[in-house]
């Protein structure tokens, strides 16, 4: 974290990133949540996409914590933003059918 300001900005959302996949990995999913959406909404768009990126894998944490409503609100975003033709949009979707399917299936 004390490396962020460092870097330049086309390489702040990738940091900042990294940042968010350390505490996913270690099983900090709230603390992983609150910096993957800082690379959304915090670091400036790249090239790259990182700022999807991020919100699927806040997706991805919000449904191990089972907020499926705020997950599937994640991947929603991501089919928006990318198309549901680009591949991380694909996942997205298909992120999307297994969260409608668990929530039919808990009715």
Same mark, same amino acid.
């Given at each position: 974290?004390?490396?962020?300001?460092?870097?330049?900005?086309?390489?702040?959302?990738?940091?900042? $990133?990294?940042?968010?996949?350390?505490?996913?990995?270690?099983?900090?999913?709230?603390?992983?949540?609150?910096?993957?959406?800082?690379?959304? $909404?915090?670091?400036?768009?790249?090239? +790259?996409?990182?700022?999807?990126?991020? +919100? $699927?894998?806040? %997706?991805?944490? $919000?449904?191990? +914590? %089972?907020?499926?409503?705020?997950?599937?609100?994640?991947?929603?975003?991501?089919?928006?933003?990318? %198309?549901?033709?680009?591949?991380? %949009?694909?996942?997205?979707?298909?992120?999307?059918?297994?969260?409608?399917?668990?929530?039919?299936?808990?009715?």
């Amino acid at each position: 974290k004390q490396l962020r300001p460092l870097v330049r900005a086309d390489n702040e959302a990738e940091v900042q $990133y990294w940042i968010a996949k350390s505490y996913s990995d270690a099983g900090i999913t709230e603390q992983a949540i609150i910096e993957f959406l800082k690379v959304r $909404y915090q670091c400036k768009q790249t090239k +790259l996409p990182w700022g999807a990126t991020a +919100l $699927y894998e806040a %997706g991805n944490g $919000y449904r191990k +914590l %089972g907020n499926l409503d705020k997950a599937k609100e994640m991947f929603q975003l991501v089919v928006q933003e990318r %198309g549901a033709t680009d591949n991380i %949009g694909r996942a997205a979707n298909a992120k999307i059918d297994e969260i409608n399917a668990e929530i039919e299936a808990r009715s």
